[in-house]
């Protein structure tokens, strides 16, 4: 079975630049979750859905940070403009909201963002 | 409050020696999931261990134990012989069934094994 799959793996843009990070979880998985993980931070929880609806976005660091969930097969994470501070690793990752346990996260391989 | 502490930002080890890593947290959901993540220099999250707040008994899966303390709120790893690839940051987690479905990480543990 595929696992979480993020693109770009690796992205290097330049100061004002659009980014657009993109997410398809595990089939079957109701809910999403984005994390940015910095040396100085950790692993911060930037936004989760569940069953496509953001439910929680207070992680979002400012308004430059956007992320949609169109459908339950994709989702995207869209900084814009991008600061040299959003340089970071971006997770993804997913879970079955109901069933039985443990239900742990899923992650996607990371999407490792530069910003020049 | 955090919901997740780890007190201990780095750990070492002795080789074939057994460690303990440090996770309390904080719920007022009767109903939740404690987990263990391992992320290794390569940088994927790996998922090690799961202990459900109704489970009587500590979870294990091989070299790893969960010491769960209920009433202490704490969610200690034991990882026993330890090996070199045992290296690693360890994060704690916990997730709230009843209330949203969230999902809360520690700060993480760096531990390192000493050959």
């Known amino acids: 079975d595929a696992g979480v799959i993020q693109s770009p793996r690796h992205e290097v843009t330049e100061m004002g630049q659009e980014v657009t990070l993109r997410c398809k979880p595990i089939s079957g998985h109701n809910s999403l979750f984005w994390y940015r993980q910095t040396m100085m931070r950790g692993l911060e929880l930037l936004i989760y859905f569940n069953n496509n609806v953001p439910i929680d976005d207070s992680g979002m660091p400012e308004d430059r940070f956007s992320a949609k969930m169109p459908n339950a097969s994709f989702s995207t994470l869209k900084i814009q403009p991008s600061e040299p501070r959003d340089s970071a690793v971006y997770f993804c990752?997913?879970?079955?909201?109901?069933?039985?346990?443990?239900?742990?996260?899923?992650f996607g391989e990371g999407s490792r963002l530069t910003v020049l | 409050a955090q919901k997740i502490t780890q007190t201990q930002p780095g750990m070492f080890v002795q080789e074939k020696e057994a460690v303990t890593l440090d996770c309390t947290y904080d719920t007022s959901d009767p109903s939740y999931g404690l987990f263990w993540y391992k992320q290794p220099s390569s940088g994927e999250m790996i998922f090690l261990i799961y202990q459900g707040s109704y489970d009587q008994q500590n979870a294990t899966e091989g070299r790893y134990s969960l010491n769960f303390q209920k009433a202490r709120k704490s969610a200690n790893l034991v990882i026993s012989a330890s090996q070199l690839g045992d290296s690693a940051m360890y994060f704690c987690a916990m997730r709230e069934i009843n209330t949203g479905n969230q999902f809360y990480f520690g700060t993480g543990t760096s531990l390192t094994v000493i050959p």
């Open positions: 990752a997913s879970s079955p909201l109901s069933g039985g346990p443990p239900g742990e996260l899923f």
